[in-house]
């Protein structure tokens, strides 16, 4: 089993869109980055904590490659705007990838140039070590599969989640 933390916008999008994916085995949002211990949700959006919402991904690289998580990492959030994911804007919802040993921190500059071939404006995902990963409260785990009616879900959620069934149909686990 393999763990990767990526940020990359609102944790909620990040979750449900590689949750999807055959060889994921957990999800869990969380906090990282930052400078405040056990940050909670609130003080994360001030923008004044320095952490970042992120996923801590489980995954079994033998079912899912690498090369292939990171892709779908790419995929379903734009990389190339500087704190901020569509509507959502702060230094909470920057791009970055959070390496936990050198092995990561080059499989994440070997990803993040590979993705920047797809993308017309520079990336500017940060790669930078994990320190502490403080997983969110609970209402925040598996968001959308919890609240589908809600509206960010349907309007936001739902089309990175369609962006990575479109792109990684051979790897999704529930066909499409």
Not at 4 to 24: E, M, N, P, S
Not at 53 to 63: C, G, K, L, N, T
Request: proline share 5%.
């Amino acid at each position: 089993m393999t763990d990767f933390v990526l940020a990359g916008g609102c944790f909620w999008c990040v979750d449900a869109a590689l949750r999807q994916l055959r060889g994921v085995n957990a999800v869990v949002c969380g906090y990282t980055g930052g400078t405040v211990e056990h940050p909670s949700y609130e003080q994360v959006c001030t923008g004044e904590t320095g952490h970042a919402e992120a996923v801590r991904v489980s995954f079994d690289p033998a079912v899912l490659p690498v090369q292939v998580l990171l892709d779908a990492y790419f995929t379903l959030h734009d990389p190339t705007t500087l704190d901020r994911q569509g509507n959502d804007v702060g230094t909470q919802y920057r791009s970055a990838m959070f390496y936990a040993d050198d092995e990561q921190r080059v499989m994440f500059l070997e990803a993040r140039e590979r993705a920047s071939q797809w993308w017309v404006n520079p990336i500017v995902t940060t790669v930078q070590p994990l320190t502490v990963f403080y997983p969110a409260e609970e209402y925040h785990q598996d968001y959308y599969a919890k609240n589908p009616g809600s509206g960010y879900c349907q309007v936001v959620v739902s089309g990175k989640v369609a962006k990575i069934r479109a792109r990684f149909r051979d790897y999704l686990e529930q066909p499409a």
